[in-house]
């Protein structure tokens, strides 16, 4: 099977969905919490607080279809809807993926719900088990010793350099928002393109510390399909 010309991959909170769906899903808690129990604070993993939130909201009686009925209710980045049109109308040419420190029940949730599916060829994010159709339980995706802006669960990074060569693409263009998107943003070559989005973490990173590839800094998807479409798709 011939290569695809161009490599796509997308970060999803923040990015593809206009929240973070971590913590969207807190509207959930019990009434009377109006934030998480303090215990939860003395966690210094983020990957290690979502289970723990998730194993909070089954002993509070709160069911998986909850969880999921409050995620289908997240909305895409404006222009987004556009965006993954316009990937649709040149599936010939992109290899579409996710890479991201939400997890499998959330994206999936989402993306069954958006009909986005057919969109991407693979998805990495942290592995969840339903147990017994009632609890939601998150694990790691991996443990890393990056030094970079990472979490000790999730280097994207090395998740590319595991999976792709990029030398096999005629170009790859990496779209975020976060700290955890600088890392791999430092392996994209000059004919790449990094889309940032505006206002958040990963803007702030390249400018204290730029990057080789092209920067788009982007509000809405309709920004990334204006750079794209100079691409002779």
């Known amino acids: 099977m011939l290569k695809k010309r161009f490599l796509f991959i997308f970060d999803f909170d923040n990015t593809i969905v206009d929240d973070n769906t971590d913590t969207y899903i807190w509207k959930l808690l019990p009434e009377g919490h ?26 509070n009686d709160i069911s998986v279809q ?21 990937i649709r109308k040149n599936k010939d040419q992109i290899e579409c993926i996710i890479a991201s420190d939400s997890n499998t029940f959330f994206i999936d949730s989402i ?3 958006q009909d986005l599916k057919d969109v991407f060829d693979k998805i990495f994010t942290n592995p969840v088990q339903i147990i017994d159709d009632m609890e939601i339980s998150i694990f790691p995706y991996h443990k890393n010793e990056c030094e970079s802006t990472c979490p000790r669960n999730m280097c994207k990074k090395t998740i ?3 999976n792709y060569q990029f ?19 430092t392996i994209l070559r000059k004919e790449d393109i990094i889309f ?12 204290q510390k730029d990057l080789e590839c092209e920067k788009v800094y982007f509000e809405s998807g309709i920004d990334c399909i204006n750079r794209l479409e100079n691409l002779q798709l």
């Open 66 to 86: 909850q969880v999921k009925t409050c995620l289908q209710e997240m909305e895409l980045t404006q222009g987004f809807r556009e965006l993954m049109n316009f």
């Open 111 to 113: 993306l069954e719900k």
């Open 160 to 162: 590319l350099l595991d």
């Open 167 to 185: 030398n096999n693409y005629e170009k790859v263009c990496y779209f975020g928002d976060g700290k955890n998107d600088y890392c791999p943003g």
């Open 34 to 59: 109006k934030s998480l129990p303090p215990q939860f604070e003395k966690e210094k993993h983020w990957n290690k607080v979502m289970r723990k939130v998730l194993q909070f909201y089954y002993h």
């Open 196 to 207: 940032v989005r505006k206002g958040y973490g990963l803007e702030k990173l390249i400018k």
